[in-house]
């Protein structure tokens, strides 16, 4: 059973940073496609970020504009999303999601096979 956990989320200023971790347990990490999401209130769950399994490649959401980058250490089962010039409009919970055997990125939710339990992301202004 894969299981991920995220952790960074808190209350930042609007044009502050943050960075999210996605820790997540299994022997062959590195050939999980991981995922970023984020969900506000009211609204349906949105594609941030990601990278593939292997070869790491990234990829971003539009609305990232150069503000937020996907890195990833697999030795430590982990991925990161560091997030810079954060907006109000940035509020939202922030889920990961892998894919694994199949370790190509995805977009859409229902291309995940696991997901972690969200971390709170607050941006006052």
């Known amino acids: 059973q894969v299981q991920l956990v995220e952790s960074g989320g808190g209350l930042v200023q609007a044009g502050g940073s943050l960075r999210l971790s996605c820790a997540v347990s299994?022997?062959?990490?590195?050939?999980?496609?991981i995922a970023w999401f984020r969900q506000a209130p009211g609204k349906e769950r949105e594609f941030v970020a990601a990278t593939s399994g292997t070869v790491g490649t990234t990829y971003y959401g539009d609305f990232v504009k150069g503000r937020f980058t996907i890195s990833r250490d697999n030795a430590k089962n982990t991925v990161y999303l560091q997030m810079n010039s954060l907006k109000p409009e940035d509020t939202a919970v922030y889920y990961c999601a892998a894919r694994y055997p199949l370790g190509t990125w995805f977009k859409a939710t229902d291309e995940a096979d696991y997901w972690g339990q969200g971390t709170q992301v607050t941006v006052s202004s």
């Open positions: 299994g022997r062959t990490f590195s050939n999980y496609a």
